[in-house]
């Protein structure tokens, strides 16, 4: 089953230019009662068209930005990563996602970009994992997964992450987010209408300023946000430690680790790939940490919770991750 959940990428060498990769797939077909699930397999096709950055540096991390057609908020999140200064110490990596325009046509060319063209719809596990090979083959040791509505407040956050990250030779090293200011939103009063919908307990803008991740902590079978809502600055959010699982909307990552672990499962594409992930690593014996301590990021959630309406591929994700690991956690945890 391993090649339903490790990329199979990983095993060739692939350059810049055009190409494709197949990758084997796992999805929910029907519960046949008694808890048992039926799930069909299939072969995905993976249509790439990948440029290099005139300025590439291989001693750099890189930065992967997965985005589809939401133009205004990858030039936002890219003038950003510009003013805070993370441009100079990190490449970044733009993975276009069948965009009606493609973003090659109109992002600097300082900036590599990936597009990634398939007939099967969103999979963020393929999406990152497709950059972080090519960059791995070009000699990168770290990589940042970071969600196109993610932005710096400080040009000290990043700095201060890798040199952590790199200082406990961390495997996935990730952060404190919150909620931005609705000044700094893309969406306006769309947000609180999408937070309502989704945590029905928290309106009118009391969100904005508090935690969007502030660590983990475990339920109900899966790793969850600790803090959700609190004060950036309550001392169980502000702070460093060990911890086991940290958001996929931002991990700086072991590329050496990732490839070898199989990277994000490629059956788990629209969620619980962060929690698989961060599973693996402790199988593996290496370490995760949360540095929260003084220092974040903004995570604009709220700008994309309207498009995460539940589907059959989100309940896919679910029970099959729930499969894959419900044996496994007693041992590890």
Known sequence: MKSFFNCNMFKENVGQGKFEISQNILVLDKHVGDGKYNFLKYLEIFRCDFSLSKIFDKEKPIVIIPIKDNKNMLQFTLNNLEKYEVTNICNIVI?????????????DKNISTLRVDTDYGFNFSMLNNI????????GCKEAILWNSDLWCCDNKTIPKLLKKHRKLQSSITGTKLIYPPKE???NGDIDSENIKKIFPNKTNGVWRNTVQFGGDFFYNGAYHHYGRFKDPLDFRINCNRP?????GAFQILNLEDFISLGGLN?????????NDYCLKVIESGKKIFYCGKDCG??????????????????TSNQILFSKIWSDKMGDLL
């Open 131 to 138: 950059a972080a090979k090519l960059f791995y083959d070009l």
């Open 243 to 247: 911890a086991s699982f940290i958001t």
């Open 184 to 186: 700094m939103s893309l």
């Open 266 to 274: 490629p059956s788990l594409c629209k969620n619980f790939q962060d």
């Open 297 to 314: 990021l903004y995570h604009d959630e709220s700008a994309i919770l309207h498009e995460n309406k539940l589907d059959k591929k989100i």
């Open 95 to 107: 993975v276009d996602d069948r965009s009606e325009e493609k973003v090659s046509s109109f992002v």
